[in-house]
């Protein structure tokens, strides 16, 4: 199965916040069907509730990444033009500004109203939603995935959910979108549409 990244360069990039593997040999190795992508295995685990509650203590200036790492390898497809949506509440998050195959941004950002950051952090603490939190300074993930980076404005990249590269993943996705303004659904559209469905 592929594998989908909420965090790139050109050659081997390495999306901020989201740490994809440089090592092109370690990450060709093929993911079982069942196994969860690597740093989910091995990195940190939050616990939900604590992980709701300081991001609740923290709603106005919330921060959701959504990132998507479609090549095993890190490099850049250049088919795809949004590899990273940041949202934020209370002021547009500032991005890495960087280029891709295409010559535009490979990142986008868009302000979040108070009443989209109420919605997004109710969806966050509905059951499932949170699976497989943990802090974002663990290790590298080498295979394909998806990713929902949560923080604040301080702290943007303080814990991560890494997801499958896979149709459920797209789902939960498609999810944040649905609780989003008609004005910021598109950007969510386009960077989840190499995700398989």
Known sequence: ???LCLAVALTAPVIPGCKCAKDGAAASAAP???APPQAAASASPADPRAVLDELTQHAAT???T???APQVNGRLDP?????????GAGAKPKTSGRIGPSMKPIADS???????AKALLEWLGRPGSLDGVTRADGPSVSQRHASVVLGWTEDPSRYVVVLPWAPASAQKLDAIRALLSAEHRPLVETLTAPLPR
């Open 32 to 34: 079982s069907s069942s």
């Open 1 to 3: 199965m592929r594998w």
């Open 62 to 64: 919330l921060r959701v």
């Open 79 to 87: 088919k795809i033009s949004l590899y990273e949506l940041h949202l």
């Open 110 to 116: 868009a302000e979040l109203s108070q009443a989209e």
């Open 66 to 68: 959504l990132k998507v």
